[in-house]
């Protein structure tokens, strides 16, 4: 996972709420078996008509939001499937940054495996953030993991909370497999506890 | 969290999974069972191999096929689809690399991954149980504490048999009173989605309780989790009863004999204690739910079958108005138009929501002896092969095929069109699956979420119809 730390690019408005990941890749694109080449179908339905033309009116097909690096949303953003394909596909775009007020738990969850840093803010400077966006290349949002701000094109720091041990694992592009190895001893001892407390517990074996 | 302290059923099973709390509150928590599919493990299994690592508790592990399989093919011939039959070869080759069991889409028991994981005995009470899909919050009807989760988290559990988790906070629904004749465990579901909204769970795990639940059969209880999700909770979860021990007595993956009845007297201490504290709690009464249906495209748009469609100047809220009038062109919807008056081109039974043995019987109760209407597509899909084969023996496929139904192998079908059932632009679908979100079921397919009763009727009917006025 690439590490994320401070980000600087350009944000696009996408002012919907329960953006669900249905929406932002449609199923019929999930049957790869690999994680990269789903950027082309983000926002699939919304980027391209029936002929697969590009519909002018979406913002990721128009400059300079083709080039975001960011995107900013409304409530409930990711709700629905489980789907990581959802960020996968953000990722490959190239987002590696959504801010919305609020963020479905799956997805939010997803968000962070991928080096993709998801930021809650109030309704109110999502807006004041979409409207900032609006004005395209230059006003470019930055986005400081380390010291927890987004800066507006003006220069306003806004700060934002996050989960400090994600935090950390974001900073470092840590493996949080590698990082639950490390446990493996308490794993071990609580798989023996669990067989002497509850020798009933059956195993799926003989299939 | 001190043991003297009135715990929830969530509290005491997340409990009994902490391996370790870190400093920050993050725990290795332990999960029993990890149920996998095909669409969102593949790059899981590669990851485990690029790494070097190896599955960890196969003895916890079962894999099945379910999300793109054709439902009307000779199943012993591979998929015509190559990006499909890829994936369905992948999971193959990685059960076998893994050591992982598998139920084939030849055996009798391969079905929808939430409905084989009750119907084996494989998810029990007081389980932890993950799945790469959303809908995993269906096993919570057990008592269990299930949820989606990623294809990250796929790897992370196929290697740790652990997830880095945070306690989720405690939300009660609890559901007074009885329903009424025609009202069903769906109903009661889609009324919450509605009371609550779609982001209303976000954060929770709910534990859903009061008389009309305890009054579910299992089928029903799987419908009401099912669909937690859709009101943004993770989880949702069911105090196991005598109704869950009679259910689970006897399932193949079970435990068997004296051993169940050891396991009953641990599951009967599961139930949460009295006192018990919630962050948020809700009540509905049975009596006021009425048959549901969904008009817009999110569960929470949804009205009883006897209103009309909402018309968006009666909205304040300028952004809420905005989402109505483009739910309204989406879904080719006039304000004030009665429900029951909107016609349907296609009718889909089946779905991790509803497809069930008795689901398949409620439907079959209104097709008996009745037809479907002229123009009308309707789909019956059971849950897994064996759910096919019981409905067989009771005749319901008969009854089913004399209406005019489609009667078809297992699998999740017309729920999320990425297999060949589903919707053409424009078809609108009165459908027991459980998102109505745009081009769920298929590009500019519009979807009408109601319970399998609902939908027998409105495919007699050829329109939304209140299925209290047929039976």
């Not at chain 1, 991928?114 to 949002?141: F, H, M, S």
């Not at chain 2, 389980?127 to 299930?146: E, K, N, P, R």
């Not at chain 2, 007074?176 to 004749?181: N, V």
């Not at chain 2, 309707?378 to 409905?391: C, E, H, N, T, Y």
């Amino acid at each position: 996972m690439q590490a994320f730390t401070k980000l600087t690019g350009i944000a696009a408005p996408l002012p919907i709420a329960n953006v669900d990941t249905d929406k932002i890749i449609p199923a019929r694109f999930l049957k790869t078996i690999k994680r990269t080449g789903l950027g082309v179908h983000l926002f699939d339905t919304l980027r391209y008509d029936e002929q697969g033309a590009e519909r002018p009116d979406f913002v990721l097909n128009q400059e300079p939001y083709r080039r975001a690096e960011i995107l900013i949303a409304h409530e409930n953003f990711g709700c629905g499937s489980s789907r990581e394909h959802a960020p996968w596909a953000l990722l490959d775009f190239g987002i590696r940054c959504v801010i919305a007020p609020d963020f479905a738990d799956i997805f939010h969850n997803n968000c962070f495996k991928n080096g993709i840093l998801p930021v809650r803010l109030p309704r109110e400077i999502c807006d004041q953030l979409i409207e900032d966006a609006k004005l395209g290349a230059n006003a470019r949002v930055t986005v400081d993991l380390e010291r927890q701000v987004v800066v507006r094109p003006n220069g306003e720091e806004i700060s934002f909370s996050i989960d400090p041990f994600r935090r950390e694992l974001m900073l470092g592009g840590l493996d949080d497999i590698g990082q639950t190895l490390q446990h493996a001893p308490a794993i071990d001892g609580f798989e023996a506890r669990e067989k002497t407390e509850k020798p009933w517990m059956p195993a799926i074996t003989a299939v | 969290m001190t043991a003297t302290k009135p715990r929830t059923l969530f509290d005491k099973v997340w409990d009994a999974h902490v391996v370790e709390q870190l400093p920050d509150g993050t725990c290795v928590l332990y999960i029993d069972r990890h149920l996998v599919h095909e669409v969102t493990s593949p790059q899981a299994f590669e990851g485990l191999r690029l790494a070097g690592r190896r599955v960890r508790r196969p003895d916890g592990t079962i894999a099945v096929v379910d999300h793109n399989i054709p439902t009307n093919i000779d199943r012993s011939k591979p998929i015509t689809e190559d990006e499909s039959r890829i994936q369905v070869e992948t999971l193959e080759q990685n059960v076998r690399d893994f050591g992982v069991p598998y139920f084939p889409v030849t055996d009798a028991r391969q079905g929808i991954v939430h409905v084989i994981g009750p119907e084996q005995g494989i998810s029990l009470p007081g389980f932890t149980i993950v799945c790469g899909d959303s809908h995993t919050s269906t096993h919570g009807a057990l008592g269990a504490l299930a949820f989606g989760i990623g294809t990250s988290e796929v790897e992370h559990v196929l290697a740790t048999q652990t997830l880095l988790q945070k306690p989720a906070k405690n939300m009660l629904v609890r559901v007074d009173g009885t329903l009424g004749a025609g009202v069903t465990a769906k109903d009661i579901v889609l009324a919450i989605i509605g009371r609550i909204g779609t982001a209303g769970g976000t954060g929770h795990v709910i534990e859903f309780a009061g008389e009309a639940i305890r009054s579910l059969d299992m089928a029903g209880r799987l419908t009401v989790c099912n669909m937690s999700i859709e009101a943004g909770a993770r989880a949702g979860m069911i105090a196991p009863d005598d109704v869950t021990f009679a259910y689970l007595r006897g399932r193949p993956f079970a435990p068997q004999g004296e051993a169940f009845d050891h396991a009953v007297a641990y599951w009967r201490s599961l139930a949460s204690d009295a006192g018990a504290q919630y962050d948020t709690t809700v009540v509905l009464n049975a009596a006021d739910i009425a048959p549901q249906v969904t008009w817009g495209t999110n569960p929470e748009a949804v009205l009883p079958i006897t209103g009309v469609v909402p018309n968006p100047a009666d909205e304040t809220d300028e952004a809420r108005r905005v989402q109505i009038e483009r739910m309204l062109t989406y879904m080719g919807l006039t304000p004030g138009q009665k429900l029951t008056e909107i016609p349907v081109d296609v009718v889909f039974i089946g779905s991790c929501t509803n497809s069930r043995i008795e689901d398949m019987r409620a439907a079959a109760a209104v097709a008996k002896g009745r037809k479907v209407a002229p123009g009308v597509q309707a789909l019956v899909v059971p849950g897994s092969g064996l759910i096919k084969a019981q409905a067989e023996a009771e005749g319901l496929d008969v009854i089913f095929r004399e209406a005019g139904f489609e009667w078809r192998d297992a699998g999740c079908s017309m729920c999320l069109g990425m297999n060949p059932d589903k919707l053409t632009p424009g078809q609108r679908c009165a459908s027991t699956s459980n998102r109505n979100f745009e081009g769920r079921q298929g590009p500019g397919g519009r979807t009408h979420l109601v319970s399998p009763a609902m939908a027998a009727a409105a495919a007699v009917t050829g329109h939304l119809a209140d299925v209290r006025e047929l039976v």
